[in-house]
């Protein structure tokens, strides 16, 4: 596969510019009021200015880490994912013959540290850790062949879902559209092959899930392209691929940490809307 990553020219981030070694974390976040995307080398953010799908330039301010707060790494138009891409999470089912997909809303984003707040009536939340796509180009009916070329980069997210609610309802409009119900990042890494990286869920620093994205069912190539059959996907949205092994719920006050290998870590508490 190809391996994507935005390097330096003079003082210019080139996103065209390709290369098999170099990663490059991005972040978004906000600092002094104002809110930028930066490129993180150790615990300094380094200020971008433009579009980062495109071409920016490096501003030569640096913020600490630790002085900003990290926000959700994109603002997509669109919030796919995929069901049942695991063998560990599809029990006693048959796999399908192309991937099942369904819609999160881009009102569900939150970032690492922000709180999953239960809405009411909410009484059996799971995660959902998993691998995040983000396309960096516009798609449409794109190959297989081809499809990894309009992927930016991976992030790391959280499907949570109500299992009652997705049950029972008619649509998953509630059980995994809910507000709070997406959190993602820390960051968006380019330079990644996103077909074999570890994924591990901690519930309370307890290891809930494991598993390495090279046994999802459908990859992300053959993930991306059946989506840009039937969705134009824009720079910047992102596809959800799937969760691996069982889940478990979730109570107000319960810490859940999804890492993504060479990523790093989303860390959100749970919160209920009876406790606010």
């Given amino acids: 596969m190809r391996q994507f990553i935005a390097t330096a020219c003079v003082s210019f981030i080139c996103a065209a510019s390709l290369t098999a070694q170099d990663i490059t974390k991005y972040v978004r976040y906000a600092h002094e009021g104002a809110e930028s995307y930066g490129v993180l080398k150790g615990g300094e953010i380094h200020e971008l200015r433009g579009d980062i799908f495109k071409t920016v330039e490096l501003t030569g301010h640096t913020v600490a880490l630790d002085d900003a707060r990290l926000l959700i790494p994109v603002q997509p138009s669109k919030v796919i994912a995929v069901g049942f891409n695991y063998r560990s999470h599809l029990g006693e089912r048959e796999p399908t013959l192309y991937p099942g997909l369904f819609a999160k809303y881009p009102t569900s984003l939150i970032a690492t540290g922000e709180e999953i707040v239960f809405p009411p009536g909410a ?37 949570v879902s109500e299992r009652d609610w997705q049950a029972n309802d008619l649509q998953w409009f509630r059980a995994k559209g809910s507000d709070t119900f997406g959190p993602l990042g820390p960051v968006l890494v380019r330079g990644l092959n996103p077909d074999d990286l570890l994924l591990q869920t901690r519930l309370n620093g307890e290891v809930r899930q494991s598993q390495r994205t090279s046994d999802l069912f459908f990859d992300s190539s053959e993930i991306v392209s059946y989506v840009s059959q039937f969705v134009t996907l824009e720079p910047g949205d992102v596809i959800y691929t799937g969760t691996p092994g069982e889940t478990q719920g979730m109570q107000p006050g319960d810490v859940v940490e999804v890492e993504l290998e060479g990523v790093g870590i989303l860390r959100n508490i749970i919160n209920s809307a009876d406790a606010r």
């Fill in 123 to 159: 009484r059996n939340v799971h995660y959902e850790g998993e691998m995040v796509l983000v396309i960096g180009r516009r798609a449409k009916h794109v190959s297989r062949e081809e499809a990894l070329d309009y992927v930016f980069g991976v992030t790391a997210g959280n499907d």
